[in-house]
Structure formats: C-alpha cells, structure tokens
C-alpha cells in the first residue's frame, strides 16, 4: 500500500488514464446539500485565496498503469468531474464567450473528461450501470436527451445553474479553485496481498470514528496556541466533561437545542460548528460550563430541594428526556431570580403529569422534542415585565397548543381500561411505585425493588391477581360459563385493576384467588394489596371496585392543573407534521416554513402553502419528487399534466383539491420521502396556525 499527498487535478491528469467503478460501488448518491457545500467551498478557497482545500482520501488499484479502480472516493471524482462538464456546457451553449474560457474549458475537457470528442469508451470517468449512461449523456447529447431522473444529471443541473445564472465565479478562477483540492491517494498493490475488499470494508466501518464531542474538542482546542489550549482545557473543557459524567454529548446536544432549537443527533458536530462560527472559544467554552452545571444538577437530582429531586428522580424514569433543553433554560432562570422552591416543584410535578398522561393516552413523544425546545422562550415572552408566575403560563401553553394534554375525562378512561401491563416495564415499575408510594418517599421503594435483582434477597415482580392463563379454577371464580370468564378475562387481564406487586414463587400464579390470598396477599405489607387482601373473591365486581379506587389515586397523583393566566392577545399554535393526532379541519394557515424558510401572509391558502412547499423541497433536491411522481403508489403527484393539477415543476405535477387533512397527509408522504422530521428534531416542517377567536 503507497499513500502520498497530493492534488486532485494532478490525480486525474493524463490523457491515457481511465477511472473505473467497480460494479460493487453504490450509485452516485450525493445530495444536494454535499454539492452546495462543495461548491461554496470552491468559492471560498478562491475568495481566501488558499492555497489547498482538503477534499479526503481517494483509494485505488492500478490494473495497467493507465487504467485506475476506484475503491474509496467514487463520489468525490464524480462530484468534480460534473462541476467540469458543466464548465465545458456553459462554454458550448455560448453562455460564456471569452476566448480565455474557451481555453480553460477546452484543456479540461482533454485532460479530465475526454480524450475523443466523439468516442463514449474514451470518457475518462467510467460510472456503472445507470450512472454510466447519464454521465455519459451529459458529455455527448444534447439536453432534451438527458436522463432527467437520475441523480447524476440533477447534480450536473445543480452545478450548471449556479455557474451559468449566478456566476459567483469566472470559469478560470473556478478552474484554479478546483485545482486546489487537495487529496490523500492511496494505492493498493493486490500483488503485495492488498486487499481492495478488506480495505474498502474497514474504510466505510465506523468502528474508530471520533466521536462527535471529541471533534468539537479538537474545533476548539486544536487551531489555539499551546498556552491557550492548556488554559482553555483546564479551566473549561476539563470541568464540562466532569459536570457531564460520561453523556457529554447528551449535555451538548441539548445545549445546542436551547441556543438553536434544532439539532440531529448524528449531526451534532456540524451543528456545532455552525453555532460556534464567528464567536470567540472563551465565551464559547464558559456558556457551556454554565449549562453543564445546571445540566449536573438535574441528571444528579441535586436541585437543593428534597421534594424537587424526588420529582426529577420520577421524571427520569419515565425514560423521556425531551424535557431537558427546557428544564435546563428553566432551572438558570429559577436560580437568577430566586424563586420559591414550591414555583420549582410546580413545575417539575406539571411536566411529569405531562409526560404521563401523554403516555398513558397514547400520544407519542416525538412530537415534544421542539415544542420543548422552544416553551422557555415562549413562556419569557409571555410574561414579559409583568409578576405573573412561570408555572402558570407555563401550564396555559401545554394545555392549549397543538402538543395535547390529556384531560381527565381521557386520563381516567386510559388509565382505567388500557393494558398498563404492556407498557415499557420501567414506565410499568413507575406507575406500580407511584400507587404505592404515593409522595412517601421513606416507604419501600418498589420502582427500584422491580427494576433491579438483589443479591440473597428476593425480587419484586408484578402480579396478575386473575393470571394470564385462564384455568378451570378461574372459569370457576369468573362464573363457571367459559364464554362469559373469557370476556372478562380479555377486558381486565392486564388492566391496572388486576396487577399489584409481590416478592412470591411465581410459580403459585396460577392457583386460585383463595390460596394465593392466603399464601401471598395475607402476608404482604405493600398499600397495593390492602384491597386484595380484604376481598374473598376475585370477579369482575372487585374488578371494577379496585380500578375506580386506582383512578382516582391517578388522578390524585398525576394532576391536571389549573391556570388563571389569560394572554392578552391570542397565541398561535404551531403544528409539526409528526403530530398526527392534531385535527386540522377548519384551521387557519399563518405561515409554513421548512428548514427555516418561511412563507407566510396576511391571508394564506393551504393550496398555496402546498405548492409553496413542493417547490421549495424540489429546489433542495428534485430527486425524490420524481420518484414519487413516477410511483404507482402515489396518486396526488405525478409526473404528466391533467385536470385539476398543478404544476410544481416539469415532470411534477400535484392535486389538491381535496380536504385540509388529506393535504397533511400528502405533505407528510412527502417528508419522508425526503427524511425530514426524523429523530430527534421534527420541526424541519412547522406550520403556524391563526389564533382562534374564542
């Protein structure tokens, strides 16, 4: 194996060289956020005037000293060979006439592109299957005979747009650009016992990536002199990482959603990058050694208050750290202003009878991760200078923006009837604690008794009273008919009514409801089997007595509260497309925006928003609108003009003569399609509803 450094240009120079890739390669598959990054780039190193960009690493075979197969780096070579072909285009479709051009573009197309003007097997750059032909198409074939579909031509169209209509840079001053891209090649030998397989495989493993915290480290730290990286590291970075305890970038991530509002997990380097840009690493570093010590003091329930901790310690059970950017935001504002310890604890018990509640009824929580994110903000605003309380505001924005909060009249329904049993077990072990414990914390601490197995003590488990199987002894204490103790069987099995807790052989589960009183519940200290233990059978009569009685300690526990707050003017609701239990019928549209771009007027139209979004979603990359307008599947958008369609762009055509709702679903579809509002941010698509007039 041979590495050296070098430049891309002089790579691919040569009149007698040819690469090849090989039929195990993916399909070019740049998107184009990569090409605009590209291309900025380019504009960058000429506007800077630097010497060398790096462009990575590019691994190949030499097969005959002419003739190169690309291992790693395919999409690097391709990228640039289309910015080049665009170049040569613009010069042949006499959008630039200078006779310097002319020379530019006419050296490229020899060394880089082709060596026979009118021989396809003499193209320098060989692609495979499809691709082949649409590359090849781009250099010999006029445009109505393009292979518009494929992601080689929209990238081509890409780079010819901004070359020809925004010339933010003349051909020859492009060209040097290019020729500033600087590469690692590395080239394998198969007969010194390389192995282009084994290689390729390790290249594309992730297996020794940085992490994304050690990047941002290496951001800060790595372009400083050596005293100022000693300085920074130890009375900054070295106290971040301590106050993290090992989720350092957990605390960075929720840093980033507090000062950004959006950001992806698997991004957050280059999220960080963009937030940190044109600021200076000291306040940088101390912003955020501000927020690890907030962020410590939550994940530690170290909240100088017993009761508070006792509420986080509840709220991290529930597994759900949406809330964190926004109880960070929260807890630096409750420490700057002094606030009561009842204000800190009214807000923490609200967000857990949130989170639960919500749990209970159904609703998912991918919705909350930007409504999170963004409530400190809106709760500030709202309050403005006036002496209204956080926590009353804050309770009037959950209850009334578009993220529901179950009421009681749902909560006692869900709660009531659902199978609490096949919730996640630490949200079951929760539940179960809760009902026992009530707010005693001094009592035995059954959450944890269920979670975890002791040494030489027994385990707690939960029991089903009526067990899973349904047995003659049961048929027998349900009535005797086995069609009746069937149905009350399905209804109640796995009810909150029919579980409790005990620390017995599990093997007496199935035995009647006399023996186990007698061998278990008689015997039991826990609240939970009081009711059990004061009952001689076990039909749906106790059933529906022992649900009424848990209900009402649900609600009870996990309280629906109450605000006298009333905003002087009306809120706007804004909407994300995950949530799809939000009604839109008779909503009226304020603004759409996507990725941060927003449309908005006085009056709005769903159908003109629509078309709005389409639009915008091609200009980001067009691919996955043809795709879904040439999928069968799909029957709002497609790819040739009819009645009643309107037109997104050629080959795009969409209906939208149908209901609000229907049109939500068809902007969802299209979301996906594109991957947007996935994981852990879903605000890439947010629509801002008009206040209603009550």
């Not at 106290?239 to 980033?256: M, S, T």
């Not at 010590?293 to 100088?304: A, F, G, M, P, R």
């Not at 979670?451 to 030489?456: A, C, D, H, P, W």
């Amino acid at each position: 194996m041979k590495g050296s450094e070098e430049y891309l240009y002089n790579f691919m120079e040569g009149r007698r060289k040819r690469f090849v890739i090989p039929v195990y390669q993916r399909n070019y598959n740049w998107k184009r956020e990569q090409c605009k990054k590209l291309f900025d780039d380019l504009i960058d190193v000429h506007r800077n005037e630097k010497k060398s960009h790096f462009f990575g690493s590019i691994v190949s075979v030499n097969e005959d000293n002419k003739t190169f197969t690309i291992i790693d780096g395919q999409q690097r070579i391709t990228t640039v060979s289309l910015i080049m072909i665009a170049m040569i285009n613009a010069v042949k479709n006499g959008e630039f006439q200078d006779e310097e051009d002319i020379k530019t573009v006419n050296n490229i197309r020899v060394d880089y592109i082709v060596a026979d003007d009118n021989d396809v097997n003499k193209l320098r750059l060989r692609p495979y299957n499809d691709d082949k032909v649409a590359f090849s198409s781009l250099v010999f074939d006029t445009e109505d005979k393009y292979k518009q579909e494929s992601n080689v031509t929209v990238n081509y169209k890409y780079f010819y747009d901004r070359i020809v209509n925004n010339r933010e840079l003349k051909l020859d001053e492009l060209s040097d650009a290019i020729e500033k891209l600087q590469i690692i090649s590395i080239e394998l030998k198969p007969e010194q016992g390389d192995d282009p397989q084994l290689i390729f495989e390790s290249l594309n493993s992730t297996g020794l990536a940085l992490e994304e915290s050690d990047k941002i480290r290496n951001y800060i730290l790595m372009g400083t002199p050596a005293d100022e990286q000693e300085h920074l590291y130890r009375n900054y970075w070295y106290k971040i990482e301590k106050c993290a305890q090992n989720n350092l970038e957990d605390f960075i991530f929720n840093y980033l959603m507090i000062h950004t509002g959006k950001v992806k997990s698997n991004q957050i380097y280059n999220a960080f990058k963009d937030f940190a840009k044109g600021k200076d690493n000291e306040s940088i570093l101390s912003s955020l050694l501000e927020y690890a010590e907030i962020y410590k003091k939550l994940i530690t329930h170290d909240l100088d208050d017993t009761q508070a901790n006792n509420i986080k310690e509840r709220i991290d059970r529930l597994n759900i750290t949406t809330p964190t950017p926004f109880l960070m935001s929260f807890y630096k504002l409750y420490v700057e202003k002094q606030w009561s310890k009842e204000e800190l604890r009214t807000v923490l018990s609200v967000i857990e009878s949130y989170l639960l509640r919500r749990t209970i009824c159904g609703y998912q929580t991918n919705a909350l991760r930007s409504m999170f994110a963004g409530l400190h903000q809106r709760i500030t605003k709202l309050i403005g200078t006036s002496n209204i309380s956080y926590s009353s505001v804050m309770i009037y924005l959950l209850k009334t923006m578009s993220t529901t909060f179950p009421n009681n009249e749902m909560f006692k329904q869900s709660f009531g009837e659902s199978a609490i049993y096949n919730l996640r077990p630490y949200i079951r072990s929760y539940i179960l604690d809760r009902l026992e414990r009530k707010n005693n914390a001094e009592t035995i601490n059954v959450f944890e008794k269920l979670q975890t197995v002791q040494k030489n003590k027994r385990r707690f488990s939960v029991e089903h009273i009526m067990p899973q199987t349904l047995n003659a002894a049961w048929i027998d204490e349900l009535g005797g008919e086995l069609e009746k103790a069937t149905a009350i069987h399905d209804k109640w099995v796995h009810t909150i009514a029919n579980l409790t807790v005990t620390a017995y052989n599990s093997e007496l589960s199935n035995s009647s409801f006399a023996k186990k009183k007698e061998l278990v519940y008689n015997d039991s200290t826990l609240h939970l089997n009081e009711f059990v233990r004061n009952k001689d059978q076990w039909t749906e009569t106790e059933l529906k007595e022992r649900r009424d009685i848990l209900v009402n300690d649900a609600l009870e526990l996990w309280q629906y509260p109450e605000t006298d707050f009333i905003p002087a003017t009306a809120v706007s609701q804004q909407v994300t497309l995950d949530e799809d239990d939000f009604d839109f019928t008779h909503k009226q549209l304020s603004s759409i925006s996507i990725m941060g771009v927003e449309f908005k007027k006085p009056t709005l139209e769903w159908k003109a928003a629509m078309v709005w979004a389409l639009k915008q979603l091609f200009d980001l990359d067009p691919q996955p609108l043809f795709e879904l307008a040439n999928d069968n599947v799909e029957s709002y958008i497609v790819g040739s003009e009819a009645d009643h369609v309107t037109k997104v762009a050629d080959n795009v055509y969409v209906y939208l003569n149908t209901d609000t709702n229907t049109k939500i679903r068809l902007l969802r579809r299209v979301a996906e399609k594109y991957h947007l509002n996935e994981g852990d941010v879903t605000d890439d698509i947010v629509l801002t509803l008009k206040p209603e007039e009550s």
